[in-house]
């Protein structure tokens, strides 16, 4: 068996004009055998980017063995060295493929990727979806779930204290302020210390990821669980964060990390420092967050996923064999490879637009802006229902 082809489609994942939303772009990777075989992958990272660096590897990817997956990794990270560091956008090239190649031997093997990765530790992925109101917060407890994320930091302490007013001391609350440029390291302590009184699962993204001291101070200032990573790539992105036990939660993302492979090593690390892993899955698209349902199967040291509990509707028609929800779970499917497979004529519909967000007239592109805005999040003279910014909630 040899690879003899790999496909790209790329297509716009986001309502028009909605913000940052409308950036959005999902890529999915299909890689062929001679023996007319195939298997289904996606990658994130900056997809149109992302769709040329698949392309560039391809011809170092023909006539391989696609069973030898770890070897065909080393070799495109090789190939990648005199372009600098990987990043995500390298990672991503890297995952899209090598996570079709997971379900490409899941096929031909005729064994779900779960089985391939160290079989089952759980039948079923608890799963958190966000909510930015108690009247959405209140519709996804009468719907199962048992965990909610809200975000942003317009109005973030009033959101969080209406919500855990709303749902009560036994539903797990979230807070992901996207690790923003907007954020200062101290104003990000005064904010989680602000925070603490309402028992948070994690504190996500308190400050952008490039400064990993930063992270640092605030974990330990604040008393909350840290959670972090989601921009990060590969066992080397996260390496410190985890080793110097600056964060509690660890949160890969399946469509850029590096691979299942990668996400496997990266749990394992955590493990070790008692380190728990939620990955982040806001981005994605459907075929990624099936691949994390069967990664996450086989982790001890799983936490939760996210999921988009009412994503865009192109969403559920681009793929077959949609994921199963029960009282907020996913439940592992038992069919082989990743148990998905794309819609062309579906993904044609949807052609690629922009995949850059556009920042509100107001910013100033400053990386940091000290103080920015402190009253939305600081006073309690905004009161709720909190406003939100569309188009940043992963
Ligand atoms: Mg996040």
């Not at 107001?362 to 309690?380: E, K």
Request: proline share 7%; glycine share 10%.
């Amino acid at each position: 068996m040899k690879i003899d082809r790999i496909e790209t489609f790329l297509m716009h994942a986001a309502p028009p004009g909605q913000g940052g939303w409308a950036a959005r772009n999902w890529l999915f990777v299909r890689v062929h055998t001679d023996d007319g075989l195939y298997g289904i992958g996606e990658a994130s990272g900056w997809p149109r980017v992302v769709e040329t660096a698949i392309q560039d590897l391809t011809p170092l990817l023909i006539g391989e063995d696609p069973q030898n997956i770890e070897r065909l990794w080393s070799k495109m990270l090789a190939a990648m060295m005199g372009h600098g560091m990987t990043g995500v956008v390298g990672a991503g090239a890297m995952t899209g493929i090598e996570m079709a190649l997971w379900d490409l031997k899941g096929k031909a093997l005729g064994v779900p990727v779960w089985n391939l990765l160290g079989g089952r530790v759980r039948d079923r992925i608890r799963i958190y979806a966000h909510a930015h109101t108690t009247q959405a917060a209140r519709g996804l407890v009468d719907a199962g779930y048992d965990a909610i994320k809200t975000g942003g930091i317009q109005n973030c302490v009033d959101t969080v204290a209406v919500i855990r007013d709303e749902v009560g001391p036994k539903v797990d609350l979230m807070v992901d302020v996207h690790g923003p440029p907007w954020l200062t390291t101290r104003d990000a302590i005064a904010l989680g210390k602000r925070l603490e009184p309402f028992d948070l699962l994690f504190y996500e993204d308190p400050v952008a990821p490039e400064n990993i001291d930063a992270i640092a101070r605030v974990a330990d200032a604040v008393d909350l669980p840290i959670a972090a990573g989601e921009r990060h790539a590969m066992i080397w992105g996260v390496r410190e964060l985890i080793e110097r036990e600056i964060i509690d939660v660890v949160q890969p993302d399946t469509g850029r990390a590096g691979g299942l492979s990668q996400m496997k090593k990266i749990a394992a690390m955590a493990e070790a420092h008692y380190i728990t892993m939620a990955p982040h899955d806001g981005s994605l698209g459907p075929v990624a967050e099936m691949a994390a349902v069967h990664l996450l199967a086989t982790i001890p040291n799983f936490l939760i996923l996210e999921h988009l509990a009412d994503d865009v509707p192109q969403r559920y028609e681009v793929m077959m064999g949609q994921p199963v929800i029960e009282a907020g779970h996913i439940l592992v499917p038992d069919t082989p490879g990743l148990g998905i497979d794309i819609v062309e004529e579906a993904i044609a519909a949807y052609p690629s637009e922009t995949n850059v967000s556009f920042p509100e007239d107001t910013y100033d592109y400053a990386y940091v802006q000290a103080r920015q805005g402190r009253a939305h999040w600081l006073s309690s003279e905004v009161k709720p229902p909190p406003s939100y910014r569309a188009g940043h909630i992963f």
